[in-house]
Structure formats: structure tokens, C-alpha cells
């Protein structure tokens, strides 16, 4: 096993000799990638250079021509609940009924579940962030002020 400088000895990312096109056209070669947890890496390059393919290979959106990309030891696919990916530009329909709550709840979606009702948990797991900057961080605040806070069975909103 292959370690870095902080100890870790698993990589989160691990991507072998990857290659991609895009009818026929080559636009990665040969990738190999490890990144380890608490890493800090970034992506730079021109447009065009695969970035963004990269990414979308990572998350399992696309499939590689050849090579390997494991994520958390596992395929995409299979940790795809566990990521959250928010695209560089998306065109929005601003008309579209949807609400900030909504998009937030779409990250709980689950294999298995994609489709089905949220629960109450996610729900409630959703609105943690809001509340916990919202009210003041004091168990009886956040029972007093938030029901959610107090419907979750948790002392504290955080």
C-alpha cells in the first residue's frame, strides 16, 4: 500500500491508466490519480483539457474507454449517495416549482430510494445546517425556536 505525507494509507480517489474520448476523440490518456483524505488538490488547465471530464468519471456519470477509478475502494456507482456535485454552469427554468429545500433533499436521495418519498429524517437532516446558523447553538433554543430541531429527538441543532 502506498502512503502520503499525513499516514494515510488508503487513498479516497484512486484512478489507473484511465482513458476517455468523445467520439473517438481522445481527451484523456493514460491518468493516474491518488488522493488521499485531508489532501487539498485543485484542477487547473485550459478549457477543454478534461477537467470537467474527469470530475464526471469520478462521480461515475461517464464511463472510461480503459483503466480504473475506485472511490472509497468502490466503484462510482456504488458511492454515488455518499457525494454531492454541483455542475459548473447549469441552465436553470426559473419558472420550475422547485424550492432550495428541494435540491437539498435530492442529495438524500439513495440507490434504492431514488424515487421515493423523502423521510422525515431527511428532512429534518436537511434544515441541521440552516438551523445551526440560525438560532443560537443552546439545546433549549434550538428545542424552543425549531420544531425540526425538536422533532429530530436531538439536543442541540448542530
Not at 472510461?64 to 466503484?75: K, S
Not at 441552465?91 to 429545500?101: E, M, Q, S
Not at 431527511?122 to 439545546?139: E, K, L, M, Y
Request: hydrophobic share 40%.
Amino acid at each position: 500500500m502506498l502512503s502520503n505525507d499525513s499516514g494515510n494509507t488508503a487513498p479516497i480517489i484512486r484512478i489507473e491508466d484511465l482513458d476517455f474520448a468523445y467520439n473517438g476523440q481522445a481527451v484523456l490518456e493514460k491518468v493516474n490519480l491518488e488522493v488521499y483524505e485531508g489532501d487539498f488538490i485543485a484542477m487547473i488547465g485550459p478549457n477543454g483539457g478534461g477537467k470537467t471530464t474527469l470530475l464526471k468519471l469520478m462521480l461515475g456519470l461517464l464511463k472510461p474507454i480503459q483503466g480504473n477509478v475506485r472511490v472509497l475502494g468502490q466503484t462510482p456507482r456504488q458511492v454515488s449517495h455518499q457525494i454531492g456535485y454541483v455542475p459548473q454552469d447549469v441552465n436553470i427554468n426559473r419558472r420550475f416549482p422547485i424550492t432550495a429545500l428541494d435540491v437539498v433533499l435530492m442529495g438524500k436521495l439513495a440507490p434504492g430510494r431514488r424515487w421515493s418519498k423523502n423521510r422525515q429524517q431527511d428532512r429534518i437532516d436537511a434544515w441541521r445546517p440552516w438551523i445551526a446558523s440560525t438560532w443560537p447553538n443552546t439545546p433549549s433554543a434550538a428545542s424552543a425556536s425549531c420544531p425540526a430541531a425538536s422533532a429530530s429527538g436531538s439536543s442541540s441543532p448542530g
